[in-house]
């Protein structure tokens, strides 16, 4: 099974309903949202208020992925803003196994992320906390990014760690018409996608190939 999670970073703020309702219609249920502080990585994007008022545009399920310094901090207010799951990274956070916890009790599903350098054996001792696992595949920041093959190794590592678990994995980053069919056959469950989608002249219809890719 294919899951496609829109990136809504590519997608028009002008008219961000808009673009919601497009991808929706296209089929998909659930929405990445890529936080940025400035501090874990250089850009800066939106925080928990435009989070709000995206929960208040859709039914989808709501992914906000904190890139983050020290997310403990902020926790509370991506919680209160309506986020279905919520990722934090481990290479940004002073005690994964807290967070993912803190976030578990607050009844929402408790991600982590890990950047394309980051060793997966760092997931061994928190598998228990996670419901879901996001694998960059481009070092975070921005969109548009090309792929990095070498992940694709990390992939299969992680589907084999997590095989007897109901932990979701995900996949972020430069997948495109390219690259999408090599990332579902490593056994991942979802394929985050902005560029690809949202840059398309017909969103809907790019939605399409990307499933059938
Ligand atoms: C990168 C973000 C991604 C990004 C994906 O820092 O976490 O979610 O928006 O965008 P594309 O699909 O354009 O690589
Ligand atoms: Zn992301």
Redesign the pocket.
Known sequence: MRIISP?L??ANFKNISEDIKKVESAGADRL?L?VMDGNF?PSITFGPMIVSAINECTDCHLET?L?IQKPHKSLDQYIKAGSDTIIIHTEASTNPKEDLLYIRKNNVYAGIALNPYTDENCLLPILDYLDYILIMS?V??????SFIKSTLNKMENIVQMTKDRNITIGV????NLDTISKVYDTGIDIT?????LFKSDNISQRYQDLMNA
């Open positions: 990136s970073l590519a990445h890529d990585v992925h890139m481009v975070p920041g921005k969109g548009g990014q972020d980053g430069g997948v985050i996608v902005g560029s690809a």
